[in-house]
């Protein structure tokens, strides 16, 4: 059983920069495609970034691409994600999550189905 434990948030203002870590256990880390989703107040988990096995795909939503940047350890069992330039509407609880194979389609790696191993969520809240 694989267990995800992120950490890493917190409160910034506008502008600020935070990096959320996700600690893995229980499993082959270097096996799984990994991904980093959001949940704010009141809508439904979005996809934010993934990362293949390897760390040498990476896939971003658009709103995020220049701004937040996901990468991996695969000898510490570690995966990251470097939040620069944050804003008011990055607020969110941020999740970390893994896919059981190790080949996920391109399309799939934003789909909230294709990871089974979930972590208990970090809050990231941005200020004015």
């Known amino acids: 059983q694989v267990q995800l434990v992120e950490s890493g948030g917190g409160l910034v203002h506008t502008g600020g920069s935070l990096k959320l870590s996700c600690a893995a256990s229980g499993g082959i880390f270097s096996n799984y495609p990994m991904g980093w989703f959001r949940q704010a107040p009141g809508k439904e988990r979005e996809f934010v970034a993934a990362?293949?096995?390897?760390?040498?795909?990476?896939y971003y939503l658009d709103s995020v691409k220049g701004r937040f940047t996901i990468s991996r350890d695969n000898a510490k069992n570690t995966l990251y994600l470097q939040m620069n330039s944050l804003e008011p509407e990055d607020t969110a609880v941020y999740y970390c999550a893994a896919a059981p194979s190790s080949f996920v389609g391109i399309a799939r790696y934003r789909m909230t189905e294709t990871y089974v191993y979930w972590g208990q969520g970090t809050r990231v809240t941005v200020s004015l």
């Open positions: 990362i293949s096995w390897s760390g040498g795909n990476t």
